[in-house]
């Protein structure tokens, strides 16, 4: 998929196929062991299945958790990018830059897609991008599921990704081990889960970044509706779960929506420094030959009213971002290149100064 971030939910609102990116590598080894349930939400809950080395640089886990029912059987990855000479300098810590794939995408695809590994050769840099989803389906839209009664049973992403693996990786890896130390972002899907995990768990990340994300689902009328049906397609289409299931009822469940949307809890993203990256969905002249052009330019379109919903709540809160808006860019790879390539000296500014 070209960023499948997201595009394949818009091929199923607007009946747009897409190709399908890079695939999942396999572990070289495997290595299993019991994690009880007592241990859920504790660095100690994660039971590492496999590790492989792709070059000096990346090592691929993959992991299960009582948090995810379905990893017991499907373990999701978890890529670990180290900064150049890691080895050589035992004692030096390193600041660490969370990255969150978006719909259909995979932990995998966003180290093969984004040129990460590339675009921070010469960082001091720590990077970890977790799966949030099985094999590339439609992703958990990072957070605990009100439904635990689907095919998929417990469905706690939150509690992975925010109380378990940053534990795990302070634990396994030499991290700064603080918010002036930790910064988080992520693509579409993954943006959302960026701006809500940075919101709800501000003495965790000391700096969030979206790219093309979906940075508010319920606090504008407007992007409520459309983040409603997104997500309901996404979830009844490729998770083949109840429409709702992550959030619960938008009307019965509005609390939940609103604790966990970007928009609605803006308040508390006051004195974490934001980054958010949009495009209007104009595409380039090299986009016009891709046979997905069509749906890409449609879910940037979608994304950058999100962001502009976002942008109104923070200015009416009088909270502070950074704001990086182009007129050319669909939800394609190349875009989300762009937007890190941008974001990364302005991330490695923000762990020199706290700016």
Same mark, same amino acid.
């Given at each position: 998929m070209k960023l499948s971030a997201g595009a394949s939910a818009a091929a199923l609102v607007v009946g747009l196929a897409m190709p399908v $990116?890079? +695939? #999942? $590598?396999?572990? $070289? &080894? &495997?290595?299993v062991a019991s994690s009880a349930p007592t241990r859920a939400g504790t660095a100690a809950a994660i039971t590492v @299945? +496999?590790?492989?080395h792709d070059g000096p640089r990346v090592i691929k886990y993959t992991v299960s958790t009582p948090s995810l029912a379905m990893s017991t059987k499907t373990p999701v990855s978890v890529d670990v990018v180290l900064p150049a000479g890691y080895s050589?300098?035992?004692? #030096? @810590?390193?600041p660490v830059l969370y990255e969150l794939p978006g719909t259909s995408n995979t932990a995998n695809e966003i180290v093969n897609n984004t040129r990460v590994v590339a675009l921070t050769q010469k960082l001091g840099l720590i990077v970890v991008i977790p799966d949030g989803g099985y094999n590339g389906d439609g992703g958990g839209f990072y957070t605990d599921w009100v439904d635990e009664s689907t095919r998929l049973g417990v469905e706690n992403w939150e509690t992975f990704h925010t109380r378990e693996l940053v534990p795990w990786i302070d634990? !396994?890896? @030499?991290t700064k081990r603080s918010r002036a130390g930790r910064a988080i972002t992520g693509v579409s899907q993954g943006g959302f889960g960026s701006m809500s995990y940075a919101a709800r768990h501000p003495d965790l990340y000391g700096a969030a970044a979206a790219f093309s994300g979906a940075v508010d689902i319920h606090h504008g009328p407007v992007c409520a509706v459309g983040a409603d049906v997104l997500i309901s397609a996404i979830m009844t289409g490729l998770n083949q779960v109840e429409p709702f299931a992550p959030f619960g009822n938008p009307l019965t469940d509005a609390a939940n929506w609103k604790a966990h949307d970007p928009g609605s809890i803006i308040g508390k993203l006051d004195g974490t #420094?934001?980054?958010?990256?949009?495009?209007? +969905?104009v595409p380039a002249v090299g986009d016009l030959s891709s046979v997905s052009v069509l749906g890409t330019a449609t879910m940037e379109a979608l994304l950058h009213q999100s962001n502009l919903c976002f942008k109104r709540a923070a200015d009416n809160a009088g909270v502070a971002y !950074?704001? !990086?808006g182009y007129l050319i860019g669909t939800h394609d790879w190349r875009y989300a290149v762009r937007s890190l390539a941008d974001y990364l000296p302005r991330v490695m500014s923000f762990f020199r100064t706290g700016r």
């Open positions: $990116a890079v +695939g #999942r $590598a396999q572990a $070289a &080894t &495997t290595s @299945r +496999g590790t492989t050589e300098h035992p004692h #030096r @810590r390193y634990t !396994h890896f @030499r #420094r934001i980054d958010l990256y949009t495009s209007t +969905g !950074h704001w !990086h």
